[in-house]
């Protein structure tokens, strides 16, 4: 079964500050996704990446995909409160079309 | 650009009821899937249409949930006989066979009473 663990799965920081969302997996992806979820809405795509060692800047987010498949990061730079939601990292696995998703790192960014 | 749809965004309905929901993918899109999250959870996957074909199905999806898509354009997904553990959201996305990237609805949410 393929898992994809986030870490942490809570986090409340003031406005400014910089934080970094862990993706870690013991299983090889084709890709991997990372979406934002707002209460009571689906996941809103940030960016896909699909190259080990990959990295794409969004804005203030910066995004890595592990040299292995393996493992993703999602960097904020001087987080404000309009970044406060869930935010999910999904993997694309080689044997099939679903995305297996990870647990899910809720964010607070308080002004 | 014309997103995923959902409808209805939102159904409450007793225990033993059927409840129906639809998903309308972005045009060019020929994959369509749909998952279930729970509270505090990450999205589940429960199935996958390729054009009208039912290509895979998660053993989440018991005899109690059905899915069509017989165009292969909307789909809907049927749960038959609702018990309170149906009561999530289920969500639908749908992508290019060209990409791995899937673009999601807004959901529709499921309370069963």
């Known amino acids: 079964t393929q898992l994809l663990e986030q870490s942490p799965q809570f986090l409340s920081i003031q406005e400014g500050e910089n934080l970094t969302v862990y993706c870690n997996s013991s299983?090889?992806?084709?890709?991997l996704q990372w979406y934002r979820q707002e209460p009571g809405e689906g996941p809103v795509l940030l960016v896909t990446?699909?190259?080990?060692?990959e990295v794409k800047k969004l804005k203030r987010l910066t995004f890595q995909f592990g040299d292995a498949r393996k493992d993703s990061s999602l960097h904020i730079t001087a987080a404000q409160p309009g970044d406060t939601g869930l935010y999910l990292c999904?993997?694309?696995?080689?044997?099939?079309?679903?995305?297996?998703f990870g647990t899910g790192t809720r964010l607070q960014v308080f002004p | 650009d014309t997103g995923v749809s959902q409808n209805p965004r939102h159904k409450i309905t007793k225990r033993g009821q059927n409840v129906t929901f639809r998903c309308d993918p972005i045009?060019?899109?020929?994959?369509l899937y749909w998952y279930r999250q729970t509270l505090g959870q990450g999205p589940e996957f429960l199935t996958y249409f390729q054009n009208e074909a039912q290509l895979e199905k998660s053993r989440l999806l018991s005899d109690r949930f059905s899915a069509e898509r017989p165009k292969g354009s909307f789909s809907t997904l049927e749960i038959q006989r609702t018990e309170q553990g149906d009561s999530a959201m289920y969500l639908c996305?749908?992508?290019?066979?060209?990409?791995?990237?899937?673009?999601f609805g807004p959901g529709t949410r499921l309370t069963v009473l």
């Open positions: 999904a993997g694309g696995a080689y044997n099939t079309d679903k995305l297996i």
């Open positions: 990446v699909v190259t080990g060692g």
């Open positions: 299983s090889v992806f084709s890709s």
């Open positions: 045009s060019e899109h020929n994959r």
């Open positions: 996305a749908s992508s290019s066979y060209q990409t791995d990237t899937q673009y």
